[in-house]
């Protein structure tokens, strides 16, 4: 036989003895990788790909569990629970091959998800430079799912890598994420593992499971939507359940503490219908994740475009409209409802967009947007309940008279008459004035009000209203002139008592 021919008769049975050791190699999911942060007090689930039958053992911090790949050729261990660790370790993973794992810290893990203000980068936020040069932080690890990709059905290999947090690591990275993550990293002392996968832009939908979606009976026509995906159905980044399929399912079920969420801009026009996709996401990502107390913490929409104000002075940036209701102002009623879903949170930040700029729907200041949902997690999370978890909440009202006495949660050290400028702490504003405050009687029409803190309450009233039956704060698109806060120095969620 010729060398041609005998090499033409061979190649066949190369390439098949050479996929069969390829298969046979045991693989692993990107999450799982060098560099890694392990969630602590918590079973950790470690698994992969390997022949079927195959035997695959895992060795880590002097744990070593067994299991054979399923006839998928899937398999799975989980660790018993880890306590936290900052000295890095290795972690083995033996079948045909033996892969090595180093590097690996064990602490608290987040994943920081939504649409483009928690995409938004650390280069890209306010005072950039200084923060990406003092980002040496080699107990805080960052996973970032690279692009922008869709699947009809839940793909379980996705991209991305961990690395160490340093100026050359995290200057691309979620500036919420990161500056969520060094809150905590410096206040309870332990290792952060933070996963990003973002997609500005986005809608709620694309980001939750099927699973979500039929979890809450009001959506049942979008979880037969998903249902009836086949692997070649076209999907896009608007598509439900699309964006989850391509971009977090792959990170399943990596065990982890929480998520923190920013998100619903692109949902802006929604009501309660968001209430109910808030539920949706949150019970899938649970359930995804084999976490049922998995904590979730978002982020109320922040103030934008036209001030709406008592008194206007520059038409061209303000007008007055004391009943509001535009824009987010239902919206972020719907992420306060949400609030009913046990261990979650949220972080205001009516007062954190640029005054100067309103029209900027990325308020470039995402350091107190990350403090301040760091703020929730140390208090409901970590246990810190010295720490006030958030500014104040509506709770319920009294009329008396003509005057409506207005009660509230977490209100801290008390209340005041604040204001929030850029990175400064929130000065108490002496003897200053509460603003965006409005008032209406049974005709329903509503008339700008007068308001005082009287101790922990506040007491709302208007001449032109002599029996008042509603109050109205902040509920509107951009009250920019809103100044509750509590004396810990975090603003009053927008409100309303009616529901008209």
């Known amino acids: 036989m010729k060398v041609s021919t005998l090499a033409r008769w061979l190649a066949p049975w190369a390439i098949l003895t050479l996929s069969t050791t390829l298969s046979a190699e045991v693989k692993l999911p990107n999450v799982i990788g060098s560099g890694m942060v392990l969630q602590r007090d918590l079973p950790v689930p470690i698994w992969g790909w390997a022949d079927a039958g ?70 890209q936020s306010m005072n950039a430079q200084e923060e990406i040069a003092a980002s040496n932080h080699p107990n805080i690890r960052l996973f970032n799912v690279p692009g922008h990709t869709t699947s009809p059905k839940p793909q379980e290999v996705g991209k991305g890598n ?8 995290s200057s691309g990275f979620s500036a919420v994420g990161y500056y969520f993550g060094r809150r905590l990293q410096k206040e309870l002392d332990l290792p952060i593992g933070l996963i990003g996968s973002n997609w500005g ?116 940036k303000q007008f007055s409209n004391p009943a509001g209701g535009d824009g987010w102002a239902k919206i972020r009623e719907a992420q306060t409802k949400a609030l009913d879903i046990p261990h979650t949170g949220m972080a205001v930040a009516i007062d954190l967009a640029d005054a100067h700029n309103p029209n900027d729907i990325h308020p470039r200041n995402k350091q107190n947007v990350g403090g301040r949902l760091a703020q929730w997690a140390l208090h409901q999370t970590y246990g810190k309940k010295d720490l006030v978890p958030t500014g104040p909440l509506y709770k319920s009202h009294k009329i008396k008279g003509n005057k409506v006495h207005l009660s509230f949660d977490h209100v801290g050290k008390g209340l005041m008459v604040g204001k929030k400028i850029k990175l400064e702490p929130t000065a108490e504003v002496k003897d200053g004035k509460l603003e965006n405050f409005a008032i209406a009687g049974e ?9 005082t803190i009287d101790g922990d309450t506040v007491i709302v009233s208007a001449k032109e209203v002599k029996k008042p039956v509603a109050v109205r704060y902040g509920f509107t698109m951009n009250p920019g002139n809103a100044n509750l806060y509590n004396k810990d120095g975090i603003a009053a969620s927008p409100f309303r008592t009616d529901d008209w």
């Open 443 to 451: 005709d329903k029409k509503w008339v700008w009000a007068d308001a």
């Open 201 to 316: 832009g986005t809608r709620i939908e694309p980001w939750t499971t099927l699973a979500g979606f039929e979890s809450v009976s009001e959506l049942s026509k979008i979880a037969d939507q998903v249902k009836g995906y086949q692997d070649n159905t076209r999907v896009g980044g608007g598509s439900p359940s699309a964006i989850y399929n391509s971009m977090v399912n792959p990170l399943t079920p990596f065990a982890m503490r929480g998520a923190i969420w920013y998100q619903g801009e692109s949902n802006g026009g929604e009501y309660m219908t968001y209430y109910q996709k808030k539920h949706a996401l949150v019970n899938g990502w649970r359930k995804a994740f084999q976490n049922k107390d998995l904590g979730f913490y978002w982020v109320q929409l922040a103030n934008f475009r036209k001030v709406n104000v008592r008194e206007v002075k520059d038409p061209k």
């Open 54 to 123: 195959e035997k695959v053992t895992v060795s880590f911090a002097g744990q070593t569990e067994t299991t054979k790949a399923g006839a998928d050729g899937k398999w799975m261990v989980k660790l018993a629970k880890l306590k936290a660790n900052a000295k890095a370790a290795s972690l083995t993973v033996k079948g045909s091959n033996e892969i090595k794992l180093d590097n690996i810290l064990v602490g608290e893990v987040w994943i920081c998800s939504g649409q483009s203000n928690m995409e938004w980068s650390i280069r």
């Open 162 to 169: 961990w690395v160490v947090c340093s100026p050359k690591t």
